[in-house]
């Protein structure tokens, strides 16, 4: 395995990771809270989140040095950082832009 493709599988698993707890805030400590009282839901879920919020964007910035991302990569990973379902599409659209220049490159 390559750096590049080290580099892109973590970003891959650190964009899940964040996505989904996420989604987990919004869609599960956040009613927990709000109409239930339990206000431990999202004091835990909401750290967890934070922490692999700063994760997420430090392996961004990493995957950025590591490889040549395209101008529009690092603003974008930032905004789908802090959009539900936001990793999930930055990280299509980044592993297609990816494959379309190490395709464009070999020819």
């Known amino acids: 395995m390559n750096s590049t493709q080290s580099a892109m599988q973590m970003l891959t698993r650190v964009g899940f990771l964040e996505g989904c707890s996420f989604l987990l805030l919004l869609g599960v ?16 879920v909401g750290s967890a989140h934070g922490l692999l919020f ?8 990493i995957t950025a040095n590591r490889i040549k991302l395209p101008l529009w990569a ?11 379902f936001g990793p999930f599409v930055f990280d299509y659209a980044l592993k297609r832009s990816v494959e ?5 490159d070999t020819n």
Do not use: D, Q
């Open 54 to 61: 700063m994760a997420y964007l430090v392996v961004l910035l």
């Open 74 to 84: 690092m603003p974008a990973g930032v905004i789908a950082a802090v959009l539900p």
């Open 100 to 104: 379309n220049t190490s395709v464009t």
């Open 29 to 44: 400590a956040m009613p927990l809270k709000y109409v239930y009282g339990i206000h431990e839901a999202v004091r835990i």
